[in-house]
């Protein structure tokens, strides 16, 4: 049987890469794994695991590593991740890359490719201040990526929403966060080989084919 797929998407809160996974995943036949997502279920399911998260997203920080890695794993172990997985949001500290690295030996995988998208902070701000979402975890944006019918989903027409930790002053904090937590990671997977970094700034579907043109050229997938 061919081993699995692991894509790593790298990248500061807003950078767009919930949007690009999606893309991915459907592209590639592999499924899309956001940690921020399954903690949004939990919170929506208001089970233990969601009350604990939603205290440290409303402020902006991160949820604790052994919580976050142990959702994260269950998620992974599930059949329909036996092809591999496009993971977004995790990992986000050296102790999560390291634990990844554990979880993806276990399934006989490794991974495989990191694209790191770059955005300027200013840029992070308008995108996360712009944003709504549906509750069925589509991604819209007032200015760049509307809906058809302003606040209601195309797909199935519920109406959209504003995520809570969007707010300017938890926007600030998360940006902060990732630049204390998350972006030592761009150097441990440079170190590895695995990193390729794409421009973010451009539209949605110019930043989907150099993300395509770059994993297919340095992991041949
Ligand atoms: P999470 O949900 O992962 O949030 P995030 O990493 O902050 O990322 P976002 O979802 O905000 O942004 P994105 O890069 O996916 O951008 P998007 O595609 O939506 O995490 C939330 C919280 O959960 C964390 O703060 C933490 O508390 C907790 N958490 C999650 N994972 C954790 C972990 N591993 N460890 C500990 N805690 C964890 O795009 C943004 C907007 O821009 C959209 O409106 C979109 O339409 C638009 N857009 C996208 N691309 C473009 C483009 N190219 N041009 C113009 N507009 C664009």
């Known amino acids: 049987m061919a081993k699995p797929t692991y894509i790593v998407m790298l990248g500061p809160p807003g950078a767009g890469k919930g949007t690009q996974a999606k893309v991915l995943a459907k592209k590639l036949n592999l499924t899309h794994v956001s940690s921020g997502d399954l903690f949004r279920e939990n919170l929506n399911n208001k089970t233990e695991l969601g009350r604990l998260a939603q205290s440290y997203m ?3 920080e991160l949820v604790p590593d052994d919580v976050t890695i142990a959702m994260v794993e269950e998620r992974l172990s599930r059949t329909d991740c036996v092809g591999g997985a496009v993971l977004d949001g995790f990992p986000r500290t050296p102790a999560q890359a390291g634990a990844l690295d554990a979880i993806l030996n276990g ?3 490794e991974v495989n490719i990191v694209p790191y998208i770059s955005v300027p902070a200013k840029v992070l701000v308008d995108r996360l201040g712009g944003r709504w979402m549906s509750h069925s975890g589509r991604v819209y944006h007032a200015l760049n990526n509307p809906p058809k019918v302003k606040w209601i989903d195309d797909v199935d027409g519920s109406p959209l929403y ?11 904090r998360r940006i902060d966060v990732y630049l204390e937590q998350t972006s030592p990671l761009i150097e441990h997977y440079r170190s590895l080989g695995l990193l390729v970094e794409i421009d973010g700034t451009d539209d949605i579907e110019s930043v989907t084919a150099d993300i395509l043109e770059a994993i297919t050229g340095a992991a041949g997938l």
């Open 58 to 60: 409303s402020k902006g």
């Open 107 to 109: 399934l006989g995988g």
């Open 162 to 172: 504003q995520r809570e930790d969007d707010k300017p002053e938890t926007v600030q």
